[in-house]
């Protein structure tokens, strides 16, 4: 793989990479806590909706993110011809 090849593999890599922690701090920290008193007036199988993300929610949204992550991942690997 030349350079500029290896800079653009690399360079998609950390931007999902960041994306994807964008999207996990903005549910843990915006929907667990800052955002928790507006979304505990929703609620979640008789739970407030803020309560849920701090507790629940904020776990299944990085599983769900290690998924997108790997699936991204051996996207953007065949893009670059770097996949095993």
């Known amino acids: 793989m030349d350079k500029a090849n290896a800079d653009a593999y690399w360079k998609a890599n950390t931007s999902l990479i960041r994306n994807l922690l964008i999207v996990w701090?903005?549910?843990s920290y915006g929907c667990g806590?800052?955002?928790a008193q507006t979304l505990n007036n929703i609620k979640l199988f008789s739970v407030p909706l803020g309560f849920w993300f701090a507790h629940q929610g904020a776990i299944i949204i990085f599983i769900v993110l290690i998924y997108v992550y790997a699936a991204q991942?051996?996207?953007i690997d065949r893009q670059f011809g770097v996949e095993d």
Do not use: D, L, P
Request: net charge positive; proline share 0%.
């Open 25 to 27: 701090a903005v549910v």
């Open 73 to 75: 991942m051996n996207k």
């Open 33 to 35: 806590i800052v955002f």
